[in-house]
């Protein structure tokens, strides 16, 4: 079994930073891949960025970027130049070894 608890949402106006971190506990060798995923209201859950084996970082989206700390069993997602359309809840997700594990989820809502 593995546990996600995500933390780092708030409220931020636009074009501020976030900065999210999910950290994982339990069996986390079966964990190859870590991703975020957002739920806006209303609209599906999507996938945000992912990150494989021992990659260290990946930008995506020109504004995110995610990356994960091996050693203390954490991702991040760095948020950068939010926006309205950002706002959302932020999923934490760690898969492998055909186990697929969800966090909690952190809400993020960007409002001037």
């Known amino acids: 079994q593995v546990h996600l608890v995500e933390s780092g949402g708030g409220l931020v106006q636009p074009g501020e930073s976030l900065r999210l971190s999910c950290v994982a506990s339990g069996s986390i060798s079966s964990i190859n891949i870590m991703g975020w995923y957002r739920q806006a209201p209303g609209k599906e859950r999507e996938l945000v960025a992912d990150i494989r084996g021992y990659s260290s970082t990946r930008t995506v989206k020109g504004r995110f970027t995610i990356s994960r700390d091996n050693a203390k069993n954490t991702v991040y997602l760095q948020m950068n130049s939010l926006t309205l359309e950002d706002t959302a809840v932020y999923y934490c997700?760690?898969?492998?070894?055909?186990?697929?594990?969800w966090g909690q989820g952190t809400q993020v809502t960007v409002s001037s």
């Open positions: 997700r760690g898969w492998g070894s055909g186990m697929d594990y």
